[in-house]
């Protein structure tokens, strides 16, 4: 809890930080734009980002929202323990990570320490520590590690960027999906956003949509 998912979200995204905001419920969806980098011709990249609570009583129903073709971003606070072993953190990374491993297993994660504006030598050579014992615990899935501070700013646009080339590169991304078929998503996303606080479209609404499309 109170990693700093909402706000590197928030970070990631170019709007502006709310130290003040309250913890995420349950599951917080945001969509966003970016343009992809070194393309021959301009691509932007149109994101759904999901920022899920970190409550420990959101961990089982989180599940049903990992999927194969996602990106991941895993978040913990980080602070050096020089003590034998993982740390009580690291552990709670290994949760996340035998999570994602079941649902996608060659998944890429980007794991993310936050709340660090400079580590020095000793807390670097920790960090390096943690990353082999996760690479060696979870080989099939490709693993980055990043460091970061939101709020100053440290380290968010090289993650950003690693999260763009990783996306050039993603076969999920080079998916081709019917142009019809997104204008109904987005018809559907509308519907279901305009008629209640929670985006929530009954079967009968939806076939209502469906029926409407020109397909």
Same mark, same amino acid.
């Given at each position: 809890?109170?990693?700093?998912?909402?706000?590197?979200?928030?970070?990631?995204?170019?709007?502006?930080?709310?130290?003040?905001?309250?913890?995420?419920?349950?599951?917080?969806?945001?969509? @966003?734009?970016? @343009?992809? =980098?070194?393309?021959?011709? #301009?691509?932007?990249?149109?994101?759904?980002?999901?920022?899920?609570?970190?409550?420990?009583?959101? !961990?089982?129903?989180?599940?049903?929202?990992?999927?194969?073709?996602?990106? !991941?971003?895993?978040?913990?606070?980080?602070? =050096?323990?020089?003590? %034998?072993?993982?740390?009580?953190?690291?552990?709670?990374?290994?949760?996340?990570?035998?999570?994602?491993?079941?649902?996608?297993?060659?998944?890429?994660?980007?794991?993310?320490?936050?709340?660090?504006?400079?580590?020095? @030598?000793?807390?670097?050579?920790?960090?390096?520590?943690? #990353?082999?014992?996760?690479?060696?615990?979870?080989?099939?899935?490709?693993?980055?590690?990043?460091?970061?501070?939101?709020?100053?700013?440290?380290?968010?646009?090289?993650?950003?960027?690693?999260?763009?080339?990783? @996306?050039?590169?993603?076969?999920?991304?080079?998916?081709?999906?019917?142009?019809?078929?997104?204008?109904?998503? %987005?018809?559907?996303?509308?519907?279901?956003?305009?008629?209640? %606080?929670?985006?929530?479209?009954?079967?009968?609404?939806?076939?209502?949509?469906?029926?409407?499309? %020109?397909?």
């Amino acid at each position: 809890e109170r990693v700093g998912k909402t706000t590197l979200s928030k970070a990631l995204r170019g709007e502006a930080i709310d130290t003040a905001e309250p913890s995420t419920d349950g599951v917080a969806v945001h969509e @966003a734009t970016f @343009a992809l =980098p070194d393309q021959p011709t #301009r691509v932007v990249l149109r994101v759904s980002v999901w920022d899920f609570a970190g409550q420990r009583v959101y !961990y089982l129903t989180h599940q049903f929202f990992l999927s194969p073709r996602a990106t !991941y971003l895993l978040l913990w606070k980080w602070a =050096p323990d020089r003590g %034998d072993g993982p740390s009580e953190q690291e552990r709670q990374l290994f949760f996340w990570l035998r999570s994602i491993e079941a649902q996608a297993p060659s998944a890429t994660v980007f794991v993310v320490g936050t709340h660090c504006r400079g580590c020095s @030598a000793e807390e670097q050579a920790l960090m390096e520590e943690a #990353r082999r014992r996760l690479e060696t615990a979870f080989p099939s899935l490709q693993l980055r590690f990043h460091l970061v501070d939101s709020c100053a700013g440290v380290g968010v646009a090289a993650l950003r960027t690693a999260l763009l080339e990783h @996306a050039a590169s993603s076969s999920a991304t080079r998916l081709e999906v019917p142009t019809r078929w997104l204008e109904l998503r %987005d018809k559907i996303s509308d519907a279901g956003n305009a008629t209640r %606080d929670v985006p929530l479209l009954s079967l009968d609404d939806f076939q209502t949509e469906v029926a409407g499309a %020109d397909f």
